[in-house]
């Protein structure tokens, strides 16, 4: 009998330990979890903003403030997500963020535009289907009398099923020695979204100096 007894507080003893170092472990987790939370939670946001079309649903935020951000788009159908989050870097701070169908195909887009400086900067597109989405690049090198003088800088906004883009104009004197350009104004061009994602460029409308 004393042999059985002292088998069974054996066990006894053995079973308690097992359980106290599982509890030890799941508290361990549940410690590193939460301090990684806690440090995502802790990026400052420099933009948010939700927009609908239809009965699509996306959300809009990026983290960070310096010259390069980070961007996530989540899209959603009622409370479902349609496909995993978009995200990527950016480059500028987001100025505006809108949704439209410029192609006309049902699909919804959504559009980021930054206060990025450098040429053919400052574009971000999408087109969202019920599962997954398709990039949409920017419209690229202007060619031909339209991109005389273009440097860059561009501001991009959404009208009329229209994207205008914006941007300054540099011409030189007439002097020789001119060594800095002078400014000549702002040039806006309109652009449409055929059916194969391919923009088309519209008219082109000269600004005063």
């Known amino acids: 009998m004393k042999?059985?007894?002292?088998v069974l507080l054996g066990a006894t003893v053995v079973a308690a330990t097992a359980c106290d170092s599982s509890r030890g472990v799941v508290e361990d987790t549940s410690t590193a979890a939460s301090t990684a939370e806690n440090t995502?939670?802790?990026e400052?946001?420099?933009?948010t903003k939700e927009l609908t079309q239809g009965n699509a649903r996306f959300e809009i935020r990026t983290t960070g403030s310096a010259a390069q951000r980070q961007l996530t788009i989540r899209s959603y159908r009622g409370a479902a997500l349609t496909s995993d989050p978009v995200r990527l870097d950016i480059n500028g701070a987001v100025r505006d963020a809108v949704t439209a169908d410029l192609n006309g195909n049902g699909k919804p887009e959504v559009y980021i535009f930054t206060d990025a400086a450098s040429a053919n900067g400052g574009f971000y597109g999408?087109?969202?289907a019920e599962r997954g989405y398709t990039p949409i690049s920017g419209p690229g090198?202007?060619?031909?009398?339209?991109?005389v003088g273009y440097g860059g800088k561009d501001?991009?906004?959404?009208?009329?099923?229209m994207l205008s883009r914006t941007f300054p104009v540099s011409s030189n004197t007439a002097s020789t020695t001119a060594t800095e350009p002078t400014t000549g104004g702002s040039r806006t061009i309109t652009y449409t979204l055929d059916p194969t994602g391919k923009w088309v460029m519209g008219q082109?409308?000269?600004?005063?100096p």
């Open 3 to 6: 042999v059985q007894a002292l």
């Open 126 to 128: 999408y087109e969202f």
């Open 44 to 47: 400052p946001v420099s933009f």
């Open 40 to 42: 995502l939670a802790t």
């Open 204 to 208: 082109v409308m000269e600004g005063q």
């Open 141 to 147: 090198n202007i060619t031909g009398t339209a991109g």
């Open 155 to 161: 501001t991009y906004t959404l009208a009329n099923n």
